[in-house]
């Protein structure tokens, strides 16, 4: 029978001691240190007697496994389509063999129905090959009969997509060794629970038992692994930061739950870039993948509206075009009301005194509402232009012209400032059709400061210049 060791181990940064602490020694956080009860692995040799250690360090790591690096042969690794291009860009090209990639997202988000629907697709992949593995998807949360009919409604049923329902880590890791598939899924890492170590299920113990036999058996396997994982209400993801760590790939699956647009984003990736981004829209038949999202974020009437202007922002490696919508009342209040959607009320507040000082439009009397359509971000600084020139068009009743952007940062002077990758922003506005876009003076690069074609394109120094540009200064 095994032994227990206990030690103690901070759910924070991964600390462990022998020794219990009100306070972490390492990152100096309260509460955080917890009782860990690890098991002992049997020692696998004795310890050679005094006249036998003459073997070189070269031969004991031979006799151990290791390899020499020159040797290691990737020629013949080939990563595993998901079905989703999306999904594929995000993990940079595909699932490499042997990876864990754990994805994390809010209740009903539909990290589920996005793994089974990948189960779906990889085991039909599989199916048109030469070899007969299979696709494992083991359940901790649902039973047998509830994964099939989510899978028939979002068409995933395929002969060799193996079903399993349990909580028990043995089990799990027995189905995994005796069917060897191309796929594990395993929803969720925190309602597996390991027998060899106490803790209540989903605890901060259970969950690095849990990860550490699962990722054990990738490796030795080959056998790439999904992990679905729990967050927090504050968005973390729950069980100790460890698992972040311990594993290859951290997806974090994004959305609305009032809206259908869902976006998938790597916050670590050992295989590929963390700034890719990938879009999908939820619907009653399953997840589809928005492969050109430039159209998500802009409204469908072609006529000229006073009080909208549109802006490109950086999504990852994506440009996306969001349309930013003002109105400005009158108040019978004696504090006037600022509400925001899609953007920073501080911001807003800022650029609206920048308004007045700068630009001559009063807007300190007045409601203000401003928003984005579908759900988009505008909260980042080179959105700022684009939110005053809407602000402007409102307060002037005079429209901006739905072919015109406006690209640039606001400071406190009034000043249009610079931002970064703005040629990448300009050739996909000159893709969606726009002929006009307002920016800040473009740095003299070679190449990078030639406009598109097509693309008329106005370089402006101060917030009073671009309002007149766009028609709707204040004086």
């Known amino acids: 029978m095994t032994k227990s060791a206990t030690q103690y181990v901070c759910t924070e940064c991964g600390w462990t001691g022998p020794k219990w602490y009100g306070r972490c020694p390492q990152c100096g956080q309260w509460g955080t240190v917890e009782e860990f009860h690890e098991a002992r692995p049997a020692a696998a040799t004795r310890t050679a007697a005094p006249g036998r250690t003459s073997r070189t360090l070269a031969n004991r790591a031979v006799d151990l496994g290791a390899t020499p690096i020159t040797k290691v042969d990737t020629r013949n690794v080939q990563r595993i389509p998901t079905g989703f291009g999306e999904f ?19 209740p009903g988000i539909g990290k589920s129905t996005l793994l089974l629907e990948t189960a779906g697709h990889i085991a039909r992949y599989v199916a048109r090959g030469q070899s007969p593995k299979s696709v494992l998807y083991i359940s901790g949360e ?8 989510r899978a028939s409604r979002i068409d995933a049923v395929e002969e060799n997509l193996l079903l399993a329902s349990t909580t028990d880590l043995s089990t799990a890791l027995g189905l995994i060794e005796q069917e060897k598939p191309a796929l594990v899924i395993v929803d969720s890492a925190q309602t597996i629970v390991s027998q060899e170590v106490d803790g209540i299920a989903g ?7 849990v990860a550490s036999a699962l990722i054990d058996s990738a490796k030795t396997m080959d056998i790439p692994v999904f992990l679905v994982g729990h967050v927090t209400k504050d968005g973390s ?30 916050v670590k990736n050992r295989f590929g870039p963390t700034d890719e981004v990938g879009c999908f829209d939820m619907s009653g038949d399953g997840i589809e ?11 469908t009437s072609d006529q000229p509206t006073e009080g909208t202007c549109v802006t490109f922002t950086l999504d990852g490696h994506r440009s996306l075009p969001i349309e930013v919508q003002a109105l400005v009342t009158a108040t019978a209040l004696p504090s006037p009301r600022r509400a925001t959607n899609g953007i920073d009320s501080n911001r807003l507040a800022m650029l609206i005194a920048v308004l007045y000082k700068h630009g001559h439009v009063n807007l300190l009397a007045k409601d203000v509402y401003v928003s984005t359509i579908a759900g988009g971000l505008a909260k980042e600084p080179a959105c700022d232009l684009a939110i005053v020139s809407a602000l402007a068009s409102a307060a002037s009743s005079r429209p901006i012209a ?19 990758r703005l040629a990448h922003r300009l050739a996909e506005a000159a893709r969606l059709g726009f002929t006009t876009a307002v920016v800040p003076t473009m740095r003299q690069r070679s190449g990078s400061a030639t406009p598109p074609a097509g693309l008329r394109v106005i370089e402006v120094t101060s917030l009073r210049d671009a309002l007149g540009a766009l028609g709707v200064s204040g004086r």
């Open 88 to 106: 594929d860009r995000v993990l940079g090209g595909g699932i490499v063999p042997g990876s864990v990639v754990l994805v994390a997202g809010e």
């Open 142 to 149: 649902e039973s047998q009969a509830q994964v099939r009919m």
């Open 203 to 209: 605890g901060s113990t259970q969950v690095r038992e």
């Open 237 to 266: 993801i729950a069980g100790p930061r460890t698992l972040e760590h311990v594993v290859d790939v951290v997806c974090q699956f994004e959305g609305d739950a009032q809206t259908a647009l869902r976006m998938l984003r790597a």
């Open 289 to 299: 993948e928005v492969s050109d999202p430039s159209g998500l974020f802009l409204s």
């Open 402 to 420: 739905r072919t015109t952007c406006a690209i640039g940062e606001i400071s406190l002077t009034g000043q249009v400032r610079p931002i970064p």
